[in-house]
């Protein structure tokens, strides 16, 4: 499995991780996945491992494939979301709740709501926290995402990936944005848009930090407010809505991830924000369209373009798991 500088590591966000670090946790992830196409048992790397997962909100893919990734490596996962703790119901703190964790378990996967919480979870406990999305990250969509780009195009150099806003009444949080400028930033020679309305610009910090990472690592980093302008050439289309930290846990699942953001006081100004044909025709030939999802269909994306045949949607989610799996071999692997 190669180096060991993964090892007992959290992973709370990709400003974390070296352009030498990545490299190793994407071929890892390739290796891997090459293995289980090959008929390989990997249940022995991380046999009598335990993770517990918690999601303060829904998920799909994260829940799934973090499951999936613990079972093929030969170790287990224990969803505690929904009241199942204490800490739920305010009865014990979210603090005394981890500290117990700690014992049992080899590991935390957590989706929270904000960031401030996952970084309490991490001072407290002595085992890896990784970091199921929050209202800033979403490390392991990013890693999925550039492990697929790898995977197609055997390459990152002189490749144009498109990050674009998109249409979407509901409101997820900007964690993939947060994640994918970090990781694109230590790429020598990648070239990463950022499309989006300007008051999707991301907040300046992140900017500046992301500028400083491309700066030492020789990547191109753009913000653009134009999607067509921004698709010319791409090689990759990825399309994701999103709002802000400071709006998005307004949007709780009671109120349906409604926030007062500005495309749902003025849906008509920013419905435009679509990937179609159209757009998927500036690209290079044989451009590809991503999307993390859940996808609202027919808003962000048209039917023709997420279910064509240059859609990379169900590789994005598969590579979820192998990606999942490479840094929970290196980090908790023997
Ligand atoms: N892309 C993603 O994180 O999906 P889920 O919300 O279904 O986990």
Known sequence: MGAHSLKGRDVLSMADFSREEIDIILQTALELKRGISRGEFQDHILRGKAAAMVFETPSSRTRMSFWRAMQQLGGAAEDLSGGKVWSDSG?????????????YFDILIARLLAQSTLVEAANLLTIPVFNASTDYEHPFQALADFETVLEKKGRFDNVKYVLTWAYHEYNPPMGLV?????????????????ACPEEY??????????????AENGASIEIVHDLKKAAKDADFINAYCYVMPDVFRAGSPENNWQAPTPHNKEPERFKHWRVDDDVMKLGKPGAKFMHCMPAAVGHEVTADVIYGPNSLIQDEAENRLHAQKAVLALTLGA
Do not use: H, K
């Open 178 to 194: 947060v994640s994918s400028m970090y990781l694109a930033s230590r790429l020598p020679n990648f070239q990463f848009v950022l």
């Open 91 to 103: 009865v014990e703190s979210w603090g005394d709740t981890c500290r117990v964790m700690d014992r």
């Open 201 to 214: 610009t991301p907040p300046q910090d992140i900017i500046d930090r992301t500028m400083g990472y491309a």
